[in-house]
Nanobody
Framework: QVRLVESGGGLVQAGGSLRLSCAAS?????????MAWFREVQGKERELVAA????????YYLSSVKGRFTISREPAKIAVYLQMNSLKPEDTAIYYC???????????????????WGQGAQVTVSP
């Protein structure tokens, strides 16, 4: 059974930084594994913030976070992180860790690509 557990959310002032962590258990970290961070604001569609192929070179960033957010991994723990710098009030959202570890033809940025989801971490950026 795959489980994703997020941590690191919170309240920060604009211009500040936060680091989200996602620890995966039961996940196969192999050729078909993609891990990602999505975010959701009430009343809006969930959007992909950042993602990467575990064994490949493909990495994706939402255009509005490029240069401010960095997704990274820790292979020994099968963990993924999202370092968020220069935070803006519009970054306020619930952030979800997501993963898939089998072959899929779904788009990299499609929610239905990802089979496993964490419980979500609230990030609030005050003006």
């Amino acid at each position: 059974q795959v489980r994703l557990v997020e941590s690191g959310g919170g309240l920060v002032q604009a211009g500040g930084s936060l680091r989200l962590s996602c620890a995966a258990s039961g996940l196969t970290a192999g050729a078909y594994t993609t891990m990602a961070w999505f975010r959701e604001v009430q009343g809006k569609e969930r959007e992909l913030v950042a993602a990467f192929e575990w064994t490949g070179s493909k990495t994706y960033y939402l255009s509005s976070v490029k240069g401010r957010f960095t997704i990274s991994r820790e292979p020994a723990k099968i963990a993924v992180y999202l370092q968020m710098n220069s935070l803006k009030p519009e970054d306020t959202a619930i952030y979800y860790c997501a993963a898939v570890d089998f072959r899929t033809t779904s788009r990299f940025d499609a929610e239905n690509r990802y089979r496993y989801w964490g419980q979500g971490a609230q990030v609030t950026v005050s003006p």
